[in-house]
Protein backbone atom coordinates (compact mmCIF):
# COMPACT_ATOMS: atom_id res chain seq x y z
CA UNK A 1 0.00 0.00 0.00
CA UNK A 2 2.65 2.43 0.74
CA UNK A 3 4.20 2.09 -2.75
CA UNK A 4 0.96 2.84 -4.35
CA UNK A 5 0.75 5.77 -1.91
CA UNK A 6 3.83 7.10 -2.50
CA UNK A 7 2.67 6.86 -6.79
CA UNK A 8 -0.17 8.60 -6.10
CA UNK A 9 1.72 11.47 -3.97
CA UNK A 10 4.40 11.39 -6.59
CA UNK A 11 2.55 11.46 -10.20
CA UNK A 12 5.45 13.18 -11.48
CA UNK A 13 7.65 9.43 -11.08
CA UNK A 14 5.75 8.25 -13.65
CA UNK A 15 5.33 10.95 -16.65
CA UNK A 16 7.33 11.82 -19.42
CA UNK A 17 8.71 15.46 -19.16
CA UNK A 18 7.24 17.89 -20.93
CA UNK A 19 8.91 20.20 -23.82
CA UNK A 20 7.14 22.40 -26.09
CA UNK A 21 8.54 23.27 -29.37
CA UNK A 22 7.31 27.37 -30.53
CA UNK A 23 7.04 27.00 -34.27
CA UNK A 24 7.61 30.69 -35.74
CA UNK A 25 7.35 29.81 -39.13
CA UNK A 26 6.73 27.27 -42.12
CA UNK A 27 9.54 26.22 -44.73
CA UNK A 28 9.13 26.77 -48.37
CA UNK A 29 6.00 25.16 -50.41
CA UNK A 30 8.77 22.86 -52.13
CA UNK A 31 10.49 21.45 -49.02
CA UNK A 32 7.33 21.36 -47.33
CA UNK A 33 6.01 18.98 -49.54
CA UNK A 34 9.22 16.86 -49.95
CA UNK A 35 10.07 16.86 -46.21
CA UNK A 36 6.70 18.22 -43.83
CA UNK A 37 7.80 21.58 -41.66
CA UNK A 38 10.04 22.56 -39.35
CA UNK A 39 8.59 20.95 -36.49
CA UNK A 40 8.00 17.76 -38.13
CA UNK A 41 11.91 18.13 -38.35
CA UNK A 42 12.80 18.97 -35.00
CA UNK A 43 10.01 16.16 -33.83
CA UNK A 44 12.39 14.19 -35.45
CA UNK A 45 15.52 14.95 -33.78
CA UNK A 46 14.29 15.22 -30.11
CA UNK A 47 13.69 12.04 -27.91
CA UNK A 48 10.79 9.99 -28.10
CA UNK A 49 10.92 10.09 -24.74
CA UNK A 50 9.46 13.46 -24.22
CA UNK A 51 6.05 14.79 -24.35
CA UNK A 52 6.19 17.18 -27.13
CA UNK A 53 3.07 19.66 -27.97
CA UNK A 54 3.80 22.30 -30.88
CA UNK A 55 2.50 25.46 -30.09
CA UNK A 56 2.65 27.62 -33.46
CA UNK A 57 3.05 31.19 -32.00
CA UNK A 58 2.73 32.65 -35.58
CA UNK A 59 -0.54 32.07 -35.70
CA UNK A 60 -1.28 33.16 -32.28
CA UNK A 61 -1.76 30.27 -30.00
CA UNK A 62 -0.56 30.51 -26.97
CA UNK A 63 2.06 28.08 -25.15
CA UNK A 64 0.45 28.82 -21.54
CA UNK A 65 2.55 29.01 -18.13
CA UNK A 66 6.75 28.43 -18.86
CA UNK A 67 6.72 26.29 -15.84
CA UNK A 68 3.87 23.90 -17.27
CA UNK A 69 7.05 22.66 -19.43
CA UNK A 70 10.16 20.96 -18.58
CA UNK A 71 11.96 22.51 -21.71
CA UNK A 72 11.26 24.60 -24.76
CA UNK A 73 12.42 24.97 -28.51
CA UNK A 74 11.79 27.77 -30.66
CA UNK A 75 12.52 27.11 -34.51
CA UNK A 76 13.32 28.77 -37.71
CA UNK A 77 10.96 31.04 -39.94
CA UNK A 78 11.39 32.73 -43.24
CA UNK A 79 10.21 36.40 -40.77
CA UNK A 80 12.67 38.85 -39.62
CA UNK A 81 13.45 39.68 -35.68
CA UNK A 82 13.92 42.73 -36.41
CA UNK A 83 10.33 43.75 -38.30
CA UNK A 84 8.84 42.85 -34.20
CA UNK A 85 5.84 41.47 -35.16
CA UNK A 86 3.41 41.32 -32.42
CA UNK A 87 3.32 37.22 -32.23
CA UNK A 88 6.99 37.48 -31.74
CA UNK A 89 7.29 40.33 -29.78
CA UNK A 90 4.30 38.12 -27.36
CA UNK A 91 7.06 35.25 -27.83
CA UNK A 92 9.78 36.88 -26.96
CA UNK A 93 8.34 38.31 -23.99
CA UNK A 94 7.45 34.61 -22.75
CA UNK A 95 10.86 33.51 -23.68
CA UNK A 96 12.47 35.80 -21.13
CA UNK A 97 9.76 34.91 -18.38
CA UNK A 98 11.04 31.07 -19.22
CA UNK A 99 14.59 32.13 -19.07
CA UNK A 100 14.01 34.03 -15.59
CA UNK A 101 12.22 30.91 -14.50
CA UNK A 102 15.49 28.58 -15.49
CA UNK A 103 13.32 26.76 -18.05
CA UNK A 104 15.97 24.67 -20.21
CA UNK A 105 15.89 26.80 -23.74
CA UNK A 106 17.06 25.55 -27.72
CA UNK A 107 16.67 28.59 -29.85
CA UNK A 108 17.44 28.17 -33.53
CA UNK A 109 18.44 30.57 -36.03
CA UNK A 110 15.28 33.00 -35.53
CA UNK A 111 14.57 31.56 -32.08
CA UNK A 112 18.13 32.13 -31.40
CA UNK A 113 17.82 35.95 -32.76
CA UNK A 114 14.49 35.85 -30.67
CA UNK A 115 15.96 34.75 -27.34
CA UNK A 116 18.94 37.66 -28.08
CA UNK A 117 16.35 40.36 -28.89
CA UNK A 118 13.99 39.31 -25.46
CA UNK A 119 16.73 39.10 -23.28
CA UNK A 120 17.86 42.55 -24.31
CA UNK A 121 20.40 42.02 -27.47
CA UNK A 122 19.85 43.18 -31.19
CA UNK A 123 18.89 41.26 -33.84
CA UNK A 124 19.31 42.52 -37.88
CA UNK A 125 20.58 41.70 -41.13
CA UNK A 126 24.53 40.42 -41.14
CA UNK A 127 26.07 43.66 -42.88
CA UNK A 128 27.61 40.91 -45.50
CA UNK A 129 24.57 39.42 -46.53
CA UNK A 130 23.49 35.74 -46.40
CA UNK A 131 25.22 32.66 -45.31
CA UNK A 132 23.64 29.46 -46.76
CA UNK A 133 24.89 26.20 -46.98
CA UNK A 134 27.45 23.70 -45.12
CA UNK A 135 30.18 25.46 -43.30
CA UNK A 136 32.20 24.98 -39.98
CA UNK A 137 31.47 26.31 -36.43
CA UNK A 138 34.37 26.91 -34.01
CA UNK A 139 33.91 26.23 -30.68
CA UNK A 140 35.30 28.70 -27.57
CA UNK A 141 37.29 27.43 -24.45
CA UNK A 142 34.18 28.73 -22.70
CA UNK A 143 32.38 25.37 -24.28
CA UNK A 144 34.63 22.79 -22.57
CA UNK A 145 32.23 23.25 -19.43
CA UNK A 146 29.08 23.83 -21.17
CA UNK A 147 26.48 21.12 -19.97
CA UNK A 148 25.44 21.18 -23.83
CA UNK A 149 28.22 21.82 -26.04
CA UNK A 150 30.75 20.54 -23.59
CA UNK A 151 31.57 17.06 -25.22
CA UNK A 152 31.24 18.10 -29.16
CA UNK A 153 34.72 18.56 -30.60
CA UNK A 154 36.28 21.36 -31.72
CA UNK A 155 35.09 22.30 -34.68
CA UNK A 156 32.32 20.47 -36.63
CA UNK A 157 29.98 21.17 -40.10
CA UNK A 158 26.90 22.43 -39.51
CA UNK A 159 23.95 23.54 -41.75
CA UNK A 160 23.03 27.35 -42.39
CA UNK A 161 20.67 29.47 -43.83
CA UNK A 162 20.07 32.93 -42.72
CA UNK A 163 20.14 36.91 -43.06
CA UNK A 164 19.67 38.14 -39.94
CA UNK A 165 22.69 37.62 -37.05
CA UNK A 166 22.79 38.69 -33.63
CA UNK A 167 24.35 41.42 -33.63
CA UNK A 168 25.05 42.04 -30.24
CA UNK A 169 24.20 39.32 -27.54
CA UNK A 170 22.42 40.19 -24.18
CA UNK A 171 24.50 41.38 -21.37
CA UNK A 172 25.94 38.23 -19.04
CA UNK A 173 25.54 35.83 -22.08
CA UNK A 174 28.37 33.20 -22.83
CA UNK A 175 29.60 33.03 -26.22
CA UNK A 176 30.34 29.55 -26.66
CA UNK A 177 30.89 29.35 -30.84
CA UNK A 178 31.41 31.06 -34.00
CA UNK A 179 32.88 31.31 -37.47
CA UNK A 180 34.23 33.64 -40.05
CA UNK A 181 31.35 34.73 -41.05
CA UNK A 182 29.38 34.46 -38.09
CA UNK A 183 30.86 35.69 -34.82
CA UNK A 184 27.83 34.84 -32.69
CA UNK A 185 27.20 30.78 -33.87
CA UNK A 186 26.02 30.06 -30.35
CA UNK A 187 25.23 31.75 -26.76
CA UNK A 188 24.18 30.47 -23.09
CA UNK A 189 22.62 33.06 -21.46
CA UNK A 190 21.63 31.83 -17.38
CA UNK A 191 22.13 28.42 -16.58
CA UNK A 192 20.02 26.47 -18.98
CA UNK A 193 19.22 28.59 -22.45
CA UNK A 194 21.05 28.62 -25.45
CA UNK A 195 20.56 30.08 -28.75
CA UNK A 196 22.19 28.46 -31.46
CA UNK A 197 22.53 30.34 -35.50
CA UNK A 198 23.29 26.94 -37.06
CA UNK A 199 20.13 24.55 -37.30
CA UNK A 200 20.41 21.05 -35.50
CA UNK A 201 17.38 19.98 -37.16
CA UNK A 202 18.67 20.02 -40.94
CA UNK A 203 19.83 16.98 -42.65
CA UNK A 204 22.18 17.25 -45.49
CA UNK A 205 19.04 16.42 -47.69
CA UNK A 206 17.22 19.23 -46.42
CA UNK A 207 20.21 22.00 -46.65
CA UNK A 208 20.95 20.98 -50.60
CA UNK A 209 17.25 21.33 -51.14
CA UNK A 210 17.02 24.61 -49.85
CA UNK A 211 20.05 25.57 -51.75
CA UNK A 212 18.29 24.38 -55.01
CA UNK A 213 15.55 26.60 -54.10
CA UNK A 214 17.31 29.90 -52.99
CA UNK A 215 19.85 29.34 -56.28
CA UNK A 216 18.44 31.99 -58.02
CA UNK A 217 18.32 34.64 -55.36
CA UNK A 218 21.96 33.29 -54.42
CA UNK A 219 23.39 34.29 -57.85
CA UNK A 220 21.74 37.49 -57.78
CA UNK A 221 23.77 38.04 -54.80
CA UNK A 222 26.93 36.96 -56.31
CA UNK A 223 27.00 33.54 -54.29
CA UNK A 224 27.94 30.67 -56.05
CA UNK A 225 25.10 28.47 -55.61
CA UNK A 226 26.32 24.93 -57.74
CA UNK A 227 29.59 25.30 -55.69
CA UNK A 228 27.41 25.91 -51.93
CA UNK A 229 24.97 22.61 -53.17
CA UNK A 230 28.18 20.59 -53.88
CA UNK A 231 30.38 21.66 -50.30
CA UNK A 232 26.90 20.10 -48.57
CA UNK A 233 27.99 17.37 -46.16
CA UNK A 234 26.41 15.85 -43.43
CA UNK A 235 26.81 17.77 -39.73
CA UNK A 236 25.87 14.69 -37.56
CA UNK A 237 27.76 16.91 -34.41
CA UNK A 238 25.71 19.55 -35.07
CA UNK A 239 22.76 17.11 -35.29
CA UNK A 240 23.21 15.97 -31.54
CA UNK A 241 22.20 18.82 -30.05
CA UNK A 242 18.71 17.70 -30.22
CA UNK A 243 19.23 14.63 -28.41
CA UNK A 244 21.82 16.19 -26.34
CA UNK A 245 19.22 18.88 -25.35
CA UNK A 246 16.31 15.80 -25.09
CA UNK A 247 18.82 14.30 -22.19
CA UNK A 248 19.52 17.54 -20.44
CA UNK A 249 15.70 18.29 -20.35
CA UNK A 250 14.64 14.81 -19.10
CA UNK A 251 17.57 14.59 -16.37
CA UNK A 252 16.44 18.16 -14.82
CA UNK A 253 12.85 17.23 -14.84
CA UNK A 254 13.47 14.30 -12.53
Known amino acids: MQEDNTVQQNPSLN ?8 KTGSTYPRLL ?26 AGELPGNPEDWDGI ?33 LGVCYGHQLLAHALGGEAGYHPDGRETGTHEIELLPEADSDALFRELPKTFP ?70 LIAGVKPAPDASSLLPRFSRLVMERAR
Not at 15 to 22: C, P, S, T
Not at 38 to 43: A, E, K, Q, S, Y
Request: glycine share 8%; hydrophobic share 45%.
Open 158 to 227: AQLTHRQSVLRLPEGAVLLGRNGFEPNQAFRIGPCAWGVQFHPEFTDTVMRAYLEVQAPDLTREGLDAEA
Open 15 to 22: RKARVVVL
Open 33 to 58: AQFGDFDDWFLRGLSTELDITVINVE
Open 73 to 105: VVTGSPAMVSDRAEWSENAGRWLATAVRSEIPV
